[in-house]
């Protein structure tokens, strides 16, 4: 044999073993880093398309661990919507036990898209270790062909038998060593046996030394990848590609390993500067959290008998909640999770206390229930009273005790008070014989219109008579309902168009020393907010002056039976009317400010 294929096979030997070295190192060297993402910081739908993408993935190593972090984030936000929804409810009136929570249905979609990931990585494993398998028993076949062509016989090539090894891989861990000390005493033996076409092989060292100087540039160019995870996976992948690939000439084999290695090396010294990057960051955030939960425990401590003082400081919890969210990760070391459990104890402390609070309010709007329902059964009950004067003090006392029993729960709260006011509203329905009576009011009413119409307002024998007029429409009762409405427009009518043209109606005279003094106030430098001051009062007095008026004509439906019921009658109708002619004006004086 000469020296050159003497050479050769050393050659030949030795890249076998620096093959199975690099891969060794490729091994130990490079681990996986999980780059920690604050997936709490993000909002739900975000996670929910986040955990999608994951589940797609190739990678399933990667897609569990991330799909692992959302999956967890997402319940804490689901946790999350379920207190705050729990809380919203119980302001609202209802009791914890009667909650339903339906904003679960994303956790059972996330979960068994989970369940389904988890048996793909089930899966892949159980098809890597049957690859492994059939890989090992593919190169026991290889060596077995590989002793046939030494032992002369010409079925297949070395360079074929080659592509069959590289092909063959992964292997079971156990069983490498053996293989490649077999191969690489089988290739001697093949390189012993056989002249060797140094020519064709000077060609391939040449083309495996371009292939290899690729390999360097693509590993240098990972130190440009922002993904530590992302270019140390690449790096794993170019070390199996740099130990396939076949021998180069013997001057250039340690000067491109070592250009090769110190990308690699490069690579891990920025993957360490990463991790104590991170180290330092969860370190910063612990600090930052230990500090905050100073601010939150103030807040278990806190109690108070006043609602709104609960809603204020519920504002500023949430503020604080929100500010947490903004931390980033802190590590996963046992003092991290201490910090997160804290942060969750406390939480749950400040809205237990929150909740304890509404209950007691709770209760106390069921008792409220209990009294007006009980005022409406004695109400109910006055419809066989005998002495319709106790029948209308009780009525009387019954609408003083409900304005003072208090509120009831939100969702109740028209519905009782339809209750009570139904009442009355059935008293109404028995005046049905009066309605002869208020035809005959209809037409004293029309009457009056039509004198009004023919009044000369320059006269004050007539302006004399307008007034007499109005003291009559006063004092006439009730219209049919469906007349209600026409009569009332046809009496404004006609007495508007009276005081239009009138010039000593004490009403216009009024009205102009309003508007004057609308203009006075127009003058002043925070006329705006005079007026609006105004403005709100005079809502005020109009709706104090409604209810008022409401109250006395549920009162008239007492009188019918009392000796003294056209008095009483008269009585209060003449208070309604006063009361309806103060809201009359109060309009007018609430259009005019609103038309400046």
């Known amino acids: ?38 997936y709490k910081s993000w909002k739900k739908e975000d996670l929910l398309k986040g955990f999608q993408e994951a589940a797609k993935s190739g990678q399933i190593q990667q897609a569990i661990k991330t799909a692992t972090k ?65 890989n090992y028993q593919t190169r026991l076949d290889l060596l077995n062909t590989l002793r046939a062509l030494v ?31 077999n191969y690489n005493a089988l290739s001697n033996r093949y390189y012993d046996n056989r002249n060797i076409d140094f020519e064709l092989k000077e060609l391939d060292k040449k083309k495996n030394l371009e292939l290899k100087l690729e390999i360097c540039q693509k590993a240098e160019a990972l130190l440009s990848e922002n993904s530590i995870n992302k270019s140390l996976d690449s790096l794993n ?23 090769f290695k110190a990308a690699s090396d490069a690579l891990y010294v920025k993957r360490d500067t990463f991790l104590q990057q991170k180290q330092t960051e969860h370190l910063e955030n612990l600090a930052k959290k230990k500090d905050f939960l100073l601010k939150l ?34 590590g ?41 329902e009980g005022f409406i059964a004695i109400a109910e009950g006055l419809s066989t009273e005998e002495d319709l004067e106790k029948a209308i003090k009780t009525v009387i006392d019954l609408q003083r005790k409900w304005k003072e029993a208090g509120h009831v729960p939100f969702k109740l709260r028209d519905k009782i008070y339809d209750r009570f006011k139904k009442v009355f509203d ?26 009004l119409a023919t009044l000369d307002p320059n006269s004050k024998e007539s302006y004399s008579i307008f007034k007499q007029l109005l003291s009559e429409w ?36 009024r009205k102009i020393k309003l508007s004057l003094e609308i203009e006075d106030l127009k003058s002043k430098p925070d006329s705006k907010l005079i007026l609006q001051k105004k403005e709100g009062q005079i809502k005020g007095r109009i709706k104090g002056l409604e209810t008022e008026a409401e109250t006395l004509k549920n009162n008239l439906l007492f009188f019918a039976r009392s000796k003294n019921a056209s008095a009483l009658a008269k009585d209060v109708e003449d208070k309604v009317l006063v009361i309806e002619k103060q809201i009359k004006q109060l309009l007018e004086e609430l259009n005019l400010i609103k038309s400046i």
């Open 297 to 330: 425990e103030p807040f278990t401590q806190f109690t108070s008998d006043v609602t709104e003082d609960w809603k204020k400081k519920l504002v500023e919890f949430e503020v604080l909640q929100k500010e947490w969210a903004l931390f980033g990760f802190s």
């Open 474 to 509: 006063k004092s006439i009762g009730f219209v049919p309902k469906k007349d209600l409405s026409s009569i009332q427009t046809s009496y404004s009518q006609a007495v508007k168009t009276f005081l239009d043209s009138s010039t000593q109606n004490e009403d216009e005279k």
């Open 237 to 259: 992948h170019l070390h199996r590609e740099y130990k396939h690939t076949g021998p180069i000439p013997e001057e250039q084999k340690e000067i491109v390993w070592q250009r």
């Open 70 to 134: 959302i999956k967890t984030a997402i319940e804490e936000k689901v946790q999350e919507e379920k207190l705050d929804a729990l809380n919203k409810f119980i302001e609202q009136g209802g009791i914890e036990d009667d909650f339903e929570f339906k904003g679960q249905q994303a956790l059972f979609e996330i979960e068994k898209e989970f369940k389904t990931l988890k048996n793909k990585q089930k899966d892949f494993f159980n098809d890597l270790n049957r690859k492994k398998q059939a």
């Open 426 to 451: 059935r008293k109404r329905g028995e005046e049905k014989e009066k309605e002869s009576e208020y035809e005959e009011n209809l037409v004293s009413k029309q009457a009056i219109c039509n004198q």
């Open 1 to 38: 044999m000469t020296t050159e294929q003497n050479n050769f096979i050393a050659e030949e030997t030795e890249v076998a073993q620096n093959q199975l070295a690099s891969e060794t190192i490729a091994t130990e060297e490079t681990r996986e880093i999980v780059e920690e993402i604050d």
């Open 332 to 372: 996963k070391e046992d003092e991290a999770k201490e910090i997160g459990k804290k942060y969750w104890e406390l939480t749950k402390t400040f809205f237990r206390n929150k909740n304890e609070h509404y209950k007691k309010v709770f209760d106390v709007l069921q008792e409220n229930v209990v009294k007006k």
């Open 151 to 181: 032992d002369g016989q010409k079925t297949i090539t070395f360079k074929q038998i080659q592509e069959e090894w590289k092909k063959a891989s992964p292997i079971p861990q156990e069983f490498n060593e053996e293989l490649w000390a």
